[in-house]
């Protein structure tokens, strides 16, 4: 069976709207160097994800709950804001941001960096 050539046009973006706010799509890097946001990748299936690295491990929770600080912070809003909806034991998640429209402003902003 052949796969659709991913190409700009067909790509999804990570930033979806929701009730009281947004979700975002996010690829998770645990034991890590370091914790980053690192900008945008495309996946073969043509949806976009925001490329998370953080040094907590994937244990009991611990990378899920350092991914959903590290992207509080980079978006200024509080971390009980951010959580995990889906994914939550595989390296690409869905994160619900409960936040206002410069939230989405900040969040766009990662994206284009």
């Known amino acids: 069976m052949l796969r659709p050539f991913a190409c700009p ?3 999804e973006s990570p930033l979806r709207p929701a ?9 998770v890097t645990p034991k890590a160097s370091k ?3 690192e900008g945008v990748e495309t996946a073969a299936d043509g949806q976009e994800h925001l490329k998370v690295r953080v ?13 959903a600080a590290l992207v509080a912070d980079g ?10 909806v889906s994914g939550h034991t595989a390296r690409i ?8 429209p410069e939230a989405r402003d900040a969040a ?3 994206l284009k960096s």
Request: hydrophobic letters at 45%; aromatic letters at 2%; a positive charge.
């Open 108 to 110: 766009e902003g990662l």
């Open 55 to 67: 040094r907590a491990v994937p244990d009991r929770g611990r990378a899920n709950a350092a991914v």
């Open 19 to 27: 009730e009281h706010g947004f979700t975002l799509r996010v690829r």
């Open 9 to 11: 046009a067909m790509t």
């Open 93 to 100: 998640k869905t994160l619900r941001i409960d936040a206002g």
């Open 75 to 84: 978006l200024g809003v509080p971390k009980s804001a951010v959580t995990v």
């Open 35 to 37: 914790d980053a946001i």
